[in-house]
């Protein structure tokens, strides 16, 4: 089957954790074994997080048979039960890491135990101290550590050997043995009182140790990588309170909430469920979904979000979503999936970590061998051999991709920026436009009055007739009037023998005064003389303003100036792109005039208007043609061809799910500047993977030389590989402290006379 079948044939989507992986070479030969299952398509594996992610055909594929192929490998699948709830499945993966963690720390304590006589031995010959441990005691600390606490390394070497495949362990056995068996040698040649000061036991059991500690500090470290994830599960109460038909109140679980029930929300509580405000009001803390950290205003009709944190008024919320069908629960997937994908590079290097191990041993075996000619001494050549063997460990190559893209995906996830998968990080780091769509984007996407122009009167009678003669209307011009005369505190009067006029506008009596409002074409119609007012509208329609005329049988009274205002931060964001050598693009289906208005306030590099849905998707494949990465952020079902003809998608999330589901990065909250703070992100993150990189080989490319030349001993060999992952893993968790740059907001003007 070809990848074109493949793409038409329905497939269903795997994951559990595996447990037993040590290194990169551990991870690519369990992906081997999954992909050789039949009807899989994919296989991915998470070393940092040891979760396998494999994708493959609907109805051929099973759970037992991928866990029978990691068995086979030499490791152990971990399936989830059917009894098992997945909030059961969470509270046990942190139990089991947390008791994992216990039991490390405790093996590396009784290690380090039995190590300490034997590092002091060595640190005082550092020191030109000729104090050694009796030869019977050497052996009697070493041979617990090296077969007891050591055994662990042998069953990983064991299993790697079976499947015909190398791995760090392998390393450090053939390593620690050979230092370990040398000192037998000596110990039955020459004798317990003359082989005193001449062994090498302390170098197996010092390195042993050293891993030990560098897998606990690992492991400790990439807790620390999933800490978004786990403060996002943690956001999930278990239970609601719901109040029932009769009025009373019970606690149940959330699994047993279902759409349409009342939820009561008490101060201080996180809300369990996504729903709109039944009754009540109150601010709710939405910053650990959103990143915004301002409280929002909650009033019957608002919509609220699972996990955020009610203030101090009680709320009835009545559900909308629960479960998989939620908010935070979806922000969790597009997490998850992100943090399991592999970026291009990690395949590169997977490729040079399932030979590192089989080229290893052969650099081994030849300093071995050249030490042997040049000196024929037995004893540094087999030191220098096992050097070599401890200080090339494959581990930070496994982990130097995976890490920081967790730790990466993290923070922008905290930040309120979800990405959705590895491809749309790594595109992100390399946009160079930005295509904007106008309405609810850079736009508030809600028209508001913005002006008065008075011919005759006052305002407040000009606002009072207008909210009067609209009462009865839907349109969205109409709800800017009559919220603005609202919060004037100027209640709209009766209005009698109303009429819509299509296009036009409406009128209708207000007490005993037949009042017309709308555009010309109704003053035309009504045969009213609109005067030097044609101006002033035409000064509006200039400054992307809709002119509203209100006027009675006199003529005309005054003009509303109505418009879709800029959003306060998208001066701001377009500035930050700017800055970032990004270049700025706005496409809008309203008129050009007004299109070019909009993107001059912006300050885009380019506005264009009269743009029909497939036209944005037409302009963005001519700018790929063209060479240019590009970046398109909407927030409507008419933006997702669009979103979808991008390199990039980029969503508001107070938008359409449609829109969400086709973007590769959705923004929590309408605020255009966190455009920048993704591409921001998928850099420092892109940036940190080569840095990690550079570690990783840096060990080995200095390191591996200096061991076979005879200037690094077994014991800090050891040391140094154990320093090598610790070194990536702690370099990924810089990125946690990373935060998206946003400049000041620009407020908007309130409404103003218009001359």
Same mark, same amino acid.
């Given at each position: ?22 290194c990169s070479n551990c991870a ?30 609907? %109805? ?191 606690? @149940? ?109 052969i650099l081994a075996l030849i ?34 991709t995976p890490t920081a893209i ?105 007490? %005993?005064?037949?009042? @017309? ?81 909009? %993107? ?33 952020? %909407? ?16 969503? @508001? ?103």
């Amino acid at each position: 089957m070809n990848d074109t079948d493949k793409a038409h044939v329905p497939t269903e989507h795997f994951s559990f954790p595996v447990e037993g992986m040590t290194c990169s070479n551990c991870a690519g030969r369990v992906e081997k074994a999954l992909r050789a299952v039949p009807g899989v398509v994919e296989a991915n594996i998470n070393l940092a997080i040891e979760r396998a992610d494999v994708r493959a055909l609907t %109805g051929i594929t099973q759970l037992p048979a991928l866990a029978a192929a990691v068995s086979a490998a030499g490791y152990r699948a971990r399936i989830q039960t059917t009894a098992e709830t997945p909030v059961d499945a969470e509270t046990e993966d942190r139990s089991r890491e947390q008791s994992k963690l216990r039991r490390e720390l405790a093996v590396l304590v009784v290690s380090a135990a039995l190590a300490a006589p034997l590092l002091w031995q060595m640190a005082g010959m550092g020191l030109g101290l000729h104090w050694h441990l009796p030869a019977w005691l050497e052996l009697l600390l070493a041979t617990p550590v090296q077969f007891v606490i050591g055994a662990r390394f042998y069953r990983s070497a064991w299993q790697a050997i079976r499947a015909k495949a190398g791995n760090m362990d392998v390393l450090v056995v053939l390593g620690t043995t050979a230092a370990y068996g040398y000192s037998l040698y000596l110990l039955a040649t020459l004798g317990f009182s003359a082989a005193t000061g001449k062994l090498y036991f302390e170098a197996s059991v010092i390195i042993i140790t050293l891993v030990l500690l560098g897998k606990f500090l690992e492991s400790r470290a990439k807790r620390g990588t999933t800490a978004a994830i786990r403060q996002l599960m943690e956001l999930r109460p278990q239970t609601a309170c719901v109040r029932q038909a009769d009025g009373t109140e019970r606690e @149940m679980p959330i699994n047993e909430v279902r759409s349409g029930d009342r939820i009561v929300v008490r101060p201080g509580e996180r809300i369990p469920v996504d729903g709109l405000v039944h009754t009540g009001r109150s601010e709710v803390d939405e910053s650990l979904i959103t990143g915004e950290s301002l409280p929002v205003d909650k009033q019957p009709g608002s919509k609220v979000t699972g996990g955020a944190i009610n203030g101090t008024g009680l709320l009835i919320v009545r559900t909308t979503a629960v479960g998989a069908d939620s908010t935070l629960a979806k922000i969790i997937r597009l997490v998850e999936n992100a943090q399991s994908g592999k970026a291009p590079v990690q395949r590169l290097v997977d490729r040079i970590s399932a030979i590192f191990v089989p080229v290893v041993v052969i650099l081994a075996l030849i300093t071995f061998v050249a030490w042997i000619v040049i000196t024929g001494d037995l004893e540094h050549s087999l030191v220098s051999a096992v050097a070599v063997l401890v200080i090339a460990c494959p581990c930070a190559l496994g982990l130097a991709t995976p890490t920081a893209i967790m730790t990466g995906t993290g923070a922008a996830a905290r930040a309120g920026i979800l990405i959705k998968d590895v491809e749309a990080l790594e595109r992100a780091h390399r946009l160079d436009t930005i295509v904007f769509d106008k309405t609810g984007t850079l736009t508030v996407g809600q028209p508001a009055l913005v002006g008065i122009h008075m011919v005759r009167g006052s305002q407040d009678e000009l606002l009072q007739l207008a909210a009067s003669v609209q009462q009865a209307s839907e349109h969205p011009l109409a709800r800017a009037v009559i919220n603005y005369a609202g919060s004037r505190g100027l209640a709209g009067s009766g209005v009698t023998d109303f009429r819509s006029h299509t296009g036009r506008g409406v009128t209708g009596t207000v007490a %005993g005064r037949e009042i @017309m409002l709308g555009n010309q074409k109704l003053l035309v119609e009504q045969k009213i003389e609109a005067g030097t007012a044609l101006e002033a509208a035409a000064r509006m329609e200039k400054q992307a303003q809709t002119a509203v005329f209100v006027a009675d049988r006199d003529g005309v009274i005054g003009i509303l100036a109505i418009a879709d205002q800029l959003r306060p931060e998208a001066i701001a964001a377009v500035a930050t792109l700017r800055d970032m050598g990004v270049h700025t693009l706005m496409l809008s289906g309203d008129a050009e005039l007004v299109a070019e208005e909009i %993107g001059r306030q912006a300050g885009v590099d380019e506005a264009r208007g009269a743009i029909q849905p497939e036209g944005k998707a037409q302009t963005i494949g001519q700018l790929r043609n063209a060479g240019r990465i590009v970046g398109m952020i %909407g927030d409507g079902i008419n933006d997702a061809p669009a979103l979808a003809a991008a390199d990039v998608g980029i969503a @508001m999330g107070t938008g359409t799910d449609i829109a969400m589901e086709t973007a590769g990065v959705t923004l929590m909250r309408a605020d255009p500047r966190l455009v920048a703070g993704a591409i921001a992100v998928s850099r420092a993150t892109f940036r940190k993977i080569r840095q990690n990189l550079f570690w990783a080989f840096i060990y080995n490319l200095i390191g591996i030389p200096a061991a076979a030349l005879g200037y690094l001993s077994p014991a800090l060999a050891g040391a140094a590989m154990a320093m090598s992952s610790v070194s990536v893993v702690s370099n990924s968790l810089l990125l946690r402290r990373w935060r998206p740059a946003l400049r000041d907001a620009v407020q908007t003007a309130s409404v103003h006379d218009i001359p």
